[in-house]
């Protein structure tokens, strides 16, 4: 799968993951709990490699050593650097402190992912999203039949994003999935601070205003932040869903 531009894909891994305590009982890094015999975090990476992405940045810092002891700095044709946080950045800070490692540098575009959540995505159509609007950042939304448990984002007729929603239980609406296209160039409207909110101190300031559209996704998507999502996440990979609907799929 071929992209006009180079993009690195930068994977949020830093998060304590208190929700899920139970089961990394704070002995691993969510990212890396086991999900149908892997890593979860490697269902990422996988799916990386079938969108033709050769350079990761994971932004890590708790339990950070289990992942780097795991995958290294080679992940099949996956480069992988590291940007350590010392202490906890914020999504957006760790965001900020990973654009600025090598192999994000060398990039156009930067494909930000959470490590805790997985959407099928399609790297071309945000592509051309982006250009097609000489858009800043395109977000990849997810349509549910209830929006309660994440919020809403709105966009208009041309899929340029006009705000959020606060959460309410049993609307329908669609939800933002945690992959972002970005310019490089967006580095530079940051806020000046080191910890920050990617979506509270950032998105929600500027959004309306700013050049940021939508990329509807109505594939497969799973959130592993909460016991019972985790114990879904189970069934669903290693079933159809994903090993012989999604990655296939997404390699054609």
């Given at each position: 799968m071929v992209t006009p531009h180079s993009v690195t894909a930068i994977i949020l891994c830093g998060g304590m993951g208190t929700r899920l305590h139970a089961i990394t009982k704070d002995q691993t890094a969510k990212p890396m709990v086991d999900v149908a015999g892997k890593p979860f975090l490697q269902y990422l990476l996988d799916y990386c490699l079938s969108q033709g992405i050769t350079q990761v940045v994971m932004a890590v810092g708790h339990h950070r050593d289990v992942i780097m002891a795991h995958f290294g700095h080679r992940y099949g044709k996956l480069s992988i650097e590291y940007s350590i946080e010392e202490s906890p950045l914020g999504t957006g800070g760790a965001l900020k402190q990973a654009m600025q490692q090598p192999l994000a540098q060398t990039a156009d575009l930067i494909l930000a992912l959470n490590g805790d959540?997985?959407?099928?995505?399609?790297?071309?159509?945000?592509?051309?999203?982006?250009?097609?609007?000489?858009?800043?950042?395109?977000?990849?939304?997810?349509?549910?039949?209830?929006?309660g448990r994440y919020g809403r984002v709105t966009m208009d007729a041309d899929q340029k994003l006009t705000g959020f929603e606060e959460k309410k239980g049993g609307c329908p609406g669609t939800i933002n999935s945690g992959v972002y296209l970005l310019r490089s160039s967006l580095i530079e409207s940051l806020p000046s601070a080191s910890v920050f909110s990617f979506e509270t101190d950032f998105l929600e300031k500027e959004i309306g205003t700013a050049p940021f559209y939508g990329s509807l996704v109505s594939s497969y998507f799973i959130d592993i932040g909460t016991p019972s999502d985790y114990k879904q996440a189970q069934t669903d990979f290693v079933s159809k869903i994903y090993n012989q609907q999604i990655l296939p799929s997404a390699l054609n």
């Open positions: 959540s997985f959407i099928a995505y399609d790297l071309n159509t945000m592509t051309a999203l982006l250009d097609d609007h000489h858009a800043q950042l395109v977000m990849a939304l997810r349509p549910l039949e209830n929006t």
